[in-house]
C-alpha cells in the first residue's frame, strides 16, 4: 500500500495541533491545489493543522495529477469500485496523522472536492470512529444503494455544489443529500449560483463556518 502524503500547513496560532483538517484533492490535481484553502481558513481556524495528501494513483488522463482511482466515465460502477479500493490508503494515513498529532478522531474534519468529496464521503461516513464533520465541494455519494444505515456514522455534512457544474451535475448533490436525510444522517447543502465545477467565495465562507462549529 502507497504511503500518502502531501503539503502541510501548521496551526496558525502557534503550538501543537488541537484539531486537523485533511483537504483531498480532486481528479487530476494534487494536494498543492487544496492545501490554498488551509490558508484561506487559518485565521478563523489558528489552532488547527492542515494536510492535503496527495493521491496514489498518476492520473490517467492528466499525467502531471493524481487521482484516487481511474474514471472513464463509461462504467456505471467504477465511483463505487474505486472508492472502495482507494479506501484503505486513506484510511491508514487518517490514523498515521492522528497519531501524528495525538488527536482523537472527533478533532478531525474531513474536506472534499470532486473526487476529493467521492473519498471524504465513503471514508468518512464508514471509519470506526466517526470525524467532527465533513465537507463537500462539487462531488458525489458513491454507491448511495449500499450505504446501511446500521454501519455507518453520523457526522454533520455539508455539501456546496455549483448550479452550472457541467462535470458533475447539482443533481448528484441533491440525491446524496437525500440518501442521507433517508438515514438519519445530518446533512446540509447550499447551491453556488452561476459557479461550474469549482468553489466560490461564499463556498469557502460556508465552509468555514462548518468547519468552526464541528471543531470548536
Keep these: 500500500m502507497k504511503q500518502l502524503d502531501g503539503p502541510r500547513l501548521p496551526p496558525a496560532g502557534g503550538g501543537a495541533a488541537r484539531s486537523l483538517v ?13 492545501i490554498g484553502l488551509g490558508q484561506y481558513w487559518a485565521s478563523s481556524l489558528p489552532g488547527t493543522y492542515f494536510v492535503a495528501p496527495h493521491a496514489p494513483q498518476p492520473c490517467t488522463m492528466a499525467p502531471s495529477g493524481r487521482q484516487w482511482f481511474p474514471l472513464s466515465m463509461r462504467d456505471p460502477d467504477e465511483y463505487w469500485r474505486g472508492v472502495t479500493e482507494a479506501a484503505p490508503a486513506l ?3 487518517l490514523d498515521a496523522e492522528l497519531e501524528r498529532h495525538s488527536l482523537p478522531p472527533e478533532r478531525m474534519a474531513l474536506v472534499g472536492f470532486s473526487q476529493g468529496t467521492m ?4 471514508v468518512g461516513l464508514r ?8 465537507v463537500g465541494f ?5 454507491g448511495v ?3 446501511d444505515k446500521d454501519s455507518v456514522g453520523r457526522p454533520p455534512i455539508v455539501l456546496v455544489h455549483g448550479d452550472r457544474d457541467d462535470v458533475l451535475p447539482m443533481d ?3 440525491a446524496a443529500a437525500n440518501m442521507l436525510n433517508a438515514i438519519d444522517i445530518p446533512v446540509e447543502w447550499h447551491i453556488s449560483r452561476g459557479i461550474g465545477h469549482g468553489i466560490d467565495e461564499n463556498g469557502l465562507a460556508i465552509g468555514s463556518d462548518f468547519l468552526k462549529l464541528g471543531l470548536k
Design 22 to 34: 485533511v483537504l483531498l484533492h480532486g481528479f487530476g490535481a494534487d494536494g498543492n491545489d487544496l
Design 91 to 93: 484510511n491508514a494515513f
Design 119 to 122: 473519498m471524504s464521503l465513503h
Design 127 to 134: 471509519r470506526e470512529k466517526a470525524p467532527a464533520c465533513i
Design 138 to 142: 462539487s462531488g458525489l455519494l458513491a
Design 145 to 147: 444503494e449500499d450505504l
Design 172 to 174: 448528484f448533490m441533491f
